[in-house]
């Protein structure tokens, strides 16, 4: 899913049939369960939409898939450029997973964005509380991804199992989610004392969760080959199940298959060969835990994956027409989930060559139109459950909201005023970001193709804001100004408080104090206020 996510060219198979996707299921009696295995195993599966007090748990056949294809694709939370995720302009589709939550490099236990931010920092360096808000309210939603190729996934770094417990459930109460995406990826994924650590957190915060009426879903994310999970990668499966784990399903990583056998491999045929692969490995591994699933049940507990564009590997690019493919795969076969790594390279790279390869976390290195693959993914008629189905995200009518000065945590919008790339406003009760330098124009108003809006939505003004209070950058500024006093270019002056510099002689001409202060006002203000873009 990230860059350098390469899986080996040949993965060895252990001879065990869960391994093996050519393994039939025998004739004899499978395998039974220890009593206190079977006791786990029905908690597990009473999120499975099943019941039944039997060992071997035998589920109606219906014909058709027994769900409806959820498009949720991830998005890089800390990659720059920030990926507007919220704004219906640059993002189609209904729900995100926002990536990657990780062990805060100085406290194993503590969760981070990426391992540079914490959740606070997050809110407030990358707006992401408010553009989280912004979705929602539109009628969209987040999934939270723990985990990933790069960094440390909290259940490795973390080996307190009550502090384990304590960051999952921090996360799920903070972001108010629904559903946790676990991506296992590398050494991660044979690590039994980390699987069985997280799987007990998970369990336990998923019985609270139920408790309380607000269910929570976990899905594992999980490398895959042309032949399905890797030995390790089924492990994990099943220490999670029998950890107690009510597992909505296993989405498996189609991408970097390290294909040698053509210098054009076909990625839509080595993606549903992996899928396909897979959907066998589950039926066996949920038999042999005691529940025989039908074919359509196990297609709903499986998710894909792609790496959109170009792969890590050079020879595999995941095309516009393997897109097309696999979602018209997704809805034949009632795959539960189709992700895409990711909305942030779901554009044209620039200043490239045709057929050169780019390997590029803000670009596919494919010839697209900007959005493409998310478009395609975005027409998938599911959604998870409690989400609210919505087939695109709107930004809500609230003309009618009077902005305030002194609750408005950015500047409130001037029509006179000029802004520049990245400045902040409000407006309406909504915070905008500028995308180019622009005057006059009104962030709410809609643009189009052909006079498109320089201003990006970020999110609603919350509850409990205040006005900014802006930074001084310099200090000993102690002589008031007064409108008698002509000062010449380069005198300082305090004005309410903040410091300012002439830019010429001036005289009887006070201070602005409306944000951003324009160059063509005589005095500089020497500080900063909440909003300015930061530059270095």
């Known amino acids: 899913?990230?860059?350098?996510?390469?899986?080996?060219?040949?993965?060895?198979?252990?001879?065990?049939?869960?391994?093996?996707?050519?393994?039939?299921?025998?004739?004899?009696?499978?395998?039974?369960?220890?009593?206190?295995?079977?006791?786990i195993l029905v908690?597990?599966?009473?999120?499975?939409?099943?019941?039944?007090?039997?060992t071997v748990l035998h589920l109606r056949d219906t014909a058709g898939p027994t769900a409806k294809s959820w498009a949720v694709p991830y998005v890089d939370v800390t990659l720059t450029p920030t990926f507007q995720f919220q704004d219906p302009k640059a993002n189609p589709a209904n729900d995100v997973a926002l990536a990657f939550v990780v062990a805060d490099p100085k406290d194993g236990c503590s969760p981070s964005w990426g391992g540079a931010y914490s959740p606070d920092e997050a809110a407030a360096s990358l707006e992401l509380d408010r553009r989280i808000s912004q979705l929602r309210s539109a009628g969209g939603n987040i999934m939270l991804s723990v985990g990933?190729?790069?960094?440390?996934?909290?259940?490795?770094?973390?080996?307190?199992?009550?502090?384990?417990?304590?960051?999952?459930?921090q996360l799920v109460r903070r972001y108010d989610v629904k559903t946790l995406d676990l991506d296992i990826e590398g050494t991660a994924v044979a690590d039994q004392a980390s699987l069985r650590r997280r799987a007990l957190a998970l369990a336990a915060l998923q019985a609270e969760r139920e408790s309380a009426g607000q269910p929570l879903a976990v899905w594992l994310t999980l490398p895959v080959t042309p032949n399905g999970l890797t030995a390790d990668g089924l492990g994990a499966v099943r220490t999670t199940l029998e950890g107690g784990v009510s597992l909505r399903g296993v989405n498996v990583m189609t991408m970097d298959f390290g294909s040698q056998q053509s210098s054009h491999p076909n990625m839509l045929e080595l993606s549903t060969q992996a899928l396909e692969s897979t959907h066998r490995q589950l039926s066996a591994l949920y038999l042999r835990l005691g529940v025989q699933l039908t074919p359509p049940q196990v297609w709903s507990r499986l998710g894909a994956t792609p790496m959109i564009g170009q792969n890590d590997v050079d020879a595999e690019r995941f095309t516009l027409d393997d897109a097309r493919g696999l979602a018209s795969f997704a809805v034949e076969k009632g795959l539960g989930r189709v992700s895409m790594w990711?909305?942030?390279?779901?554009?044209?790279?620039?200043?490239?060559?045709?057929?050169?390869?780019?390997?590029?976390n803000t670009c596919s290195g494919v010839t697209q139109e900007a959005l493409a693959f998310s478009s395609v993914f975005a027409g998938l008629p599911g959604s998870a459950v409690?989400?609210?189905?919505?087939?695109?995200?709107?930004?809500?009518?609230?003309?009618?909201?009077?902005?305030?000065?002194?609750?408005?945590?950015?500047?409130?919008?001037?029509?006179?005023?000029?802004?520049?790339?990245?400045?902040?406003?409000?407006?309406?009760?909504?915070?905008?970001?500028?995308?180019?330098?622009?005057?006059?124009?009104?962030?709410?108003?809609?643009?189009?193709?052909?006079?498109?809006?320089?201003?990006?939505?970020?999110?609603?003004?919350?509850?409990?804001?205040?006005?900014?209070?802006?930074?001084?950058?310099?200090?000993?500024?102690?002589?008031?100004?007064?409108?008698?006093?002509?000062y010449a270019r380069g005198e300082r002056v305090l004005f309410e408080g903040l410091p300012y510099q002439a830019r010429w002689s001036t005289k009887g001409d006070a201070p602005s104090t409306q944000y951003p202060i324009s160059p063509d006002e005589p005095w500089q203000p020497l500080f900063t206020v909440p909003g300015e873009p930061v530059t270095n």
């Not at 996934?153 to 960051?167: F, H, I, K, P």
């Not at 990711?342 to 590029?360: K, P, Q």
Request: aromatic share 6%; net charge negative.
């Open 342 to 360: 990711s909305l942030n390279r779901d554009a044209r790279c620039r200043g490239t060559f045709t057929n050169v390869v780019v390997h590029s």
């Open 43 to 54: 908690l597990v599966l009473a999120g499975l939409g099943a019941g039944s007090a039997a």
């Open 1 to 39: 899913m990230l860059t350098d996510r390469a899986i080996p060219q040949s993965v060895r198979q252990e001879h065990d049939p869960l391994a093996d996707p050519d393994w039939q299921e025998p004739e004899a009696p499978v395998e039974r369960l220890s009593w206190l295995r079977l006791g």
């Open 386 to 486: 409690g989400m609210s189905g919505r087939e695109s995200v709107t930004v809500p009518n609230q003309e009618s909201i009077v902005d305030d000065p002194t609750t408005s945590p950015y500047p409130v919008w001037r029509i006179t005023a000029q802004y520049v790339n990245g400045y902040k406003v409000v407006w309406h009760g909504v915070v905008y970001e500028a995308k180019w330098a622009n005057k006059g124009v009104d962030p709410s108003a809609a643009g189009d193709a052909s006079n498109p809006t320089p201003w990006s939505v970020i999110g609603p003004v919350g509850p409990t804001e205040t006005a900014p209070r802006p930074s001084p950058t310099v200090t000993g500024v102690t002589v008031a100004w007064n409108p008698a006093t002509l």
């Open 148 to 169: 990933g190729q790069t960094n440390t996934e909290l259940a490795v770094a973390c080996t307190d199992q009550a502090r384990l417990t304590d960051a999952y459930r």
